[in-house]
Nanobody, 127 residues
Framework: QVHVAESGGGSVQAGGSLTLSCTAS????????MGWFRQAPGKEREFVAC??????STYYSESVKGRFTISGGNARAYLQMNRMKPEDTAVYYC??????????????????????WGQGTQVTVFS
């Protein structure tokens, strides 16, 4: 069983910064691509950012592009969040996808593609 754990959530004033960290406990020869998602109260879970096993490929949602940076790769993922806005308030989830097939794209924005999920960490941005 793979355990995914996030840390680093908290409260920050609008315009400020936070960094989230994530680690998947087990390793595989295939490697893990990683993704961050978030869910605000009353809303559906949405994609935020993802990174390939090598760390060389990343992808962002339009709502965070230019403000957030994902780094890491292969069972580790960090999300540097800058110039934060109240609408960034949500529970942030880290997810890991075991890259068990060479046919898989190196990154994916689809939540159902990920195999393992963390419990989530609360991020609150106040104005």
């Amino acid at each position: 069983q793979v355990h995914v754990a996030e840390s680093g959530g908290g409260s920050v004033q609008a315009g400020g910064s936070l960094t989230l960290s994530c680690t998947a406990s087990a390793h595989t020869s295939h490697g893990y691509a990683m993704g961050w998602f978030r869910q605000a109260p009353g809303k559906e879970r949405e994609f935020v950012a993802c990174i390939s096993v090598s760390g060389g490929s990343t992808y962002y949602s339009e709502s965070v592009k230019g403000r957030f940076t994902i780094s890491g790769g292969n069972a580790r993922a960090y999300l540097q969040m800058n110039r934060m806005k109240p609408e960034d308030t949500a529970v942030y989830y880290c997810a890991a996808r075991e890259m068990s097939s060479p046919l898989f794209p190196v990154t994916t924005t689809a939540a159902h593609d990920y195999d393992y999920w963390g419990q989530g960490t609360q991020v609150t941005v106040f104005s």
